[in-house]
């Protein structure tokens, strides 16, 4: 079998997360799956790291909408790591547009729009490490270890 990778991911709980008051049921979902959480704090995010963060889209005719509703209010951004983490999430997650998300996933079961999606997460390796360091101090990580990574992961799993 072959080995997952240990990997880290950015998570954004995006305004509509905070103001539907479904950031415990999100939040939840990760850590049943049994990813831990390295990181986690409340913010507003800056013109300039919408445009970083976004800086794919930042020609889109929807940027400007994307650009206030995502600093609508105040977001909460995680840190999580696990085996595949960022593969694993973006299922979780499910896909962009709410209404073509499969039940069962967090867009598919709470979003009904393309843009007010409730989330973000990370979408590859690459990304994950830069977003994860756009939105975090070395200090404002968290290296630590779980009990019950023993009974989520099988011995030889790592
Ligand atoms: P994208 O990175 O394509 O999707 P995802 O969040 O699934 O990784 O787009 C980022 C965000 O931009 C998306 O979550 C919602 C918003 N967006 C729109 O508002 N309209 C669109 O047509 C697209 C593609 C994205």
């Known amino acids: 079998m072959e080995k997952a990778q240990e990997e880290k991911t950015l998570i954004i709980m995006k305004p509509d997360a905070i103001q539907r008051s479904l950031f415990g049921e999100i939040l939840q979902r990760f850590e049943r799956k049994g990813l831990k959480i390295i990181g986690v704090k409340m913010a507003k995010i800056s013109d300039v790291l919408i ?15 994307l650009k206030n509703y995502m600093q609508s209010s105040p977001v909460v951004l995680i840190a999580l790591a696990g085996a595949n983490a960022i593969s694993a999430t973006r299922l979780i997650v499910g896909p962009t547009k ?46 630590y270890q779980k009990p019950d990574y023993k009974l989520v992961y099988s011995e030889d799993h790592f």
Do not use: C, M
């Open 51 to 65: 445009e970083e963060h976004y800086s794919h889209l930042t020609e889109k005719p929807f940027f400007n909408t």
């Open 98 to 143: 709410g209404y073509e998300a499969d039940a069962g996933s967090i867009r598919g079961d709470y979003s009904l729009s393309g843009q007010s999606n409730l989330v973000h997460a990370s979408d590859a390796p690459e990304t994950a490490e830069v977003e994860i360091k756009r939105f975090f101090a070395e200090e404002e990580l968290f290296d």
